[in-house]
């Protein structure tokens, strides 16, 4: 009868081969989770680009016009929240105090400004590090 078990160097190929594998699915969970932080922060950009546009056109506003003020403020973000056009979370993202998901900080360059047609109204501060920007956006 021959030995029974394994040799020390079938273990070491067993336990790389396992090693390699877990080292391959870390990378690829890794990779999968910054994907969906970007897809998150371009929906939340997304989202907040659309209730911007859907309140200037429904009152009538210019683009780069102001809107009238309302509660004493002429803040965009304030108005969408306060007409329900965006929820608590979407409020607090535009005037930069939530994050994004990747952990980026929302920013405004005029506030009280309805954006150009083909710019945004906010960016998020890895839209260039992370390309947490959407390849196009012109439509919105």
Request: with cysteine.
């Amino acid at each position: 009868m021959g030995c029974r078990g394994i040799t020390l160097l079938e273990l070491t190929v067993v336990i790389t081969i396992i090693l390699a594998l877990l080292s391959i699915t870390f990378v690829g969970a890794k990779a999968w989770k910054r994907g969906s932080d970007r897809a998150g922060c371009i929906l939340t950009t997304r989202n907040v680009q659309l209730a911007t546009r859907a309140y200037q056109n429904l009152y009538g506003y210019e683009y780069g016009g102001r809107p009238f003020a309302v509660d004493g403020t002429q803040d965009i973000a304030q108005h969408l929240y306060s007409k329900g056009y965006i929820d608590a979370n979407l409020f607090s993202q535009a005037i930069g105090v939530g994050e994004c998901p990747g952990g980026g900080i929302y920013s405004r360059e005029v506030p009280d400004v309805f954006p150009a047609l083909g710019q945004l109204y906010m960016v998020c501060s890895l839209s260039a590090d992370e390309e947490h920007i959407p390849s196009s956006y012109a439509q919105w």
